[in-house]
């Protein structure tokens, strides 16, 4: 059983596009994390999000990105106008204690 | 800056042919290292987490070790359901995200 969902599994979309990605946690947790990974590279950090707030973010979140948790529940990743450095998988972490699990995570393909 | 190496990049090893990943870190204060299965097109599957050097977690034929500097995977008698891409990430302060490395390519071949 996956500790979070993720939607869509994958998205194609055209450069300068705005994209919304999103992540359902199976239980109510509070601590979630954004990361990517480009094709051959290492997994990234891009923001934390605790009890509803952002906690940190890397030098990679920057203006065009952005996080919500618009419900209550699911968490949506939004980046306003992609470029094709963005494609990459993202994927969507729950935190319990110091360890950290992952959904399945959506690949996202910029032409 | 929080660093992790990962080698080898890739190991090709046969069925029964045990093995050990490596996992170096350079960290100001480590407060876990945790090791994660990927498959391809997939997230990362959580195996193991470690907390304090000379501590030993195993799992199925998977047993991780740590020292104050690097962590072992050592793979016993390996199966080509084992195949994929370990990942070592490191956790160190606080509320802060998990650091990884590149990841080790295991091809296990029948």
């Known amino acids: 059983e996956p500790e979070v969902t993720q939607t869509p599994s994958h998205q194609v979309t055209q450069m300068g596009q705005e994209v919304i990605l999103r992540c359902v946690p199976i239980s109510n947790h509070l601590y979630f994390y954004w990361y990517r990974q480009i094709l051959g590279q290492k997994v990234e950090f891009l923001v934390s999000?605790?009890?509803?707030?952002?906690?940190?973010k890397s030098e990679i979140f920057d203006d065009q990105f952005s996080v919500e948790r618009p419900d209550g529940s699911n968490f949506t990743l939004k980046i306003r106008s992609t470029k094709l450095e963005d494609s990459a998988m993202y994927f969507c972490?729950?935190?319990?204690?110091?360890?950290?699990?992952f959904g399945p995570g959506t690949r996202l393909t910029v032409t | 800056e929080d660093q992790v190496t990962q080698s080898p990049e890739a190991l090709r090893l046969q069925e029964g042919e045990s093995s050990s990943l490596n996992c170096s870190y350079t960290?100001?204060?480590?407060?876990?290292l945790f090791w994660y299965r990927q498959d391809p097109g997939k997230g990362p599957e959580f195996l193991f987490t470690l907390y304090s050097a000379g501590e030993e977690k195993e799992k199925e034929r998977l047993k991780a070790t740590l020292t104050k500097k690097e962590s072992f995977l050592h793979i016993t008698a390996p199966k080509p359901e084992d195949s994929a891409t370990y990942l070592c990430?490191?956790?160190?302060?606080?509320?802060?995200?998990?650091?990884f490395g590149k990841g080790t390519r295991l091809s296990v071949i029948a």
């Open positions: 990430a490191v956790h160190t302060s606080g509320n802060t995200p998990l650091v």
């Open positions: 960290v100001s204060g480590l407060r876990g």
């Open positions: 999000f605790y009890n509803n707030e952002i906690s940190e």
């Open positions: 972490a729950r935190r319990q204690g110091y360890e950290q699990y």
